[in-house]
């Protein structure tokens, strides 16, 4: 069961005896720091960075799951962590932030359009039907798109994503390295779902499926009522 009493006042405690975060910037490369130290959820939040006008965002915290302190990027509406930032030891955390965090922030300000090998030899950076995807396509943001991808875990890049900040929902298709495909996920009011109506191996299938069933996807998210019409 997590105590969150219990957690707060033992990581604050530690906290206090390392002087943690006690003298972050307040700004770094147009990221914006807020001190929470709050517990949420199965969580310990320290801090986050967040560039609003970018939709990104960097979060330092403890995992209760996990006993661990990690590091999570938030790239539009997709999260992910740093998984170099993994340790159970307090102080080594307090170590590598001082060490690392202005690269890492500055990273994640520019972190679309690093296009690898992988992604070159599959031609999705010149895939020409992805250079002609619409800005805005029923009610959609492209946030972001094939010929900039943003590179997650596991081998996995997104090469699409279609999203509608305000209602904290998104349409994102992923390209594995590893397997060699092509997958979606929606986010509806925030909360993941695995769709394999685009799965695909090559881009001619993916176009294919795209042309047949993106309109049709979003208009089907739009649909889902927002938790604020649930209230």
Aim: glycine letters at 4%; aromatic letters at 14%; hydrophobic letters at 40%.
């Amino acid at each position: 069961m997590f105590n969150k009493d219990e957690i707060k006042n033992k990581i604050t405690a530690q906290a206090t005896e390392l002087h943690f975060a006690e003298n972050l910037p307040e700004k770094i490369d147009g990221f914006t720091l807020k001190k929470f130290f709050v517990p949420l959820e199965d969580k310990f939040i320290f801090f986050t960075y967040e560039n609003t006008a970018a939709h990104c965002s960097l979060t330092a915290y403890f995992h209760e799951e996990t006993m661990e302190f990690k590091i999570r990027q938030k790239i539009g509406l997709s999260e992910f962590c740093l998984t170099d930032f993994f340790t159970e030891d307090f102080a080594h955390f307090q170590e590598m932030i001082d060490a690392q965090l202005d690269g890492v922030i500055k990273n994640l300000g520019n972190v679309r359009g690093k296009v690898n090998r992988f992604l070159r030899e599959k031609k999705i950076d010149t895939w020409a039907f992805g250079a002609e995807l619409p800005v805005m396509l029923e009610g959609f943001e492209l946030f972001i798109k094939p010929a900039a991808p943003v590179e997650v875990t596991n081998g996995s890049f997104i090469i699409i994503n279609y999203a509608d900040f305000a209602t904290n929902n998104d349409f994102v298709l992923y390209y594995n390295v590893y397997s060699d495909e092509f997958s979606g996920e929606v986010k509806i009011n925030g909360a993941a779902h695995v769709i394999y109506t685009f799965d695909a191996k090559t881009l001619d299938e993916l176009e294919d499926k795209l042309k047949k069933n993106l309109t049709t996807e979003l208009l089907a998210i739009r649909r889902v009522p927002t938790v604020k019409e649930h209230l």
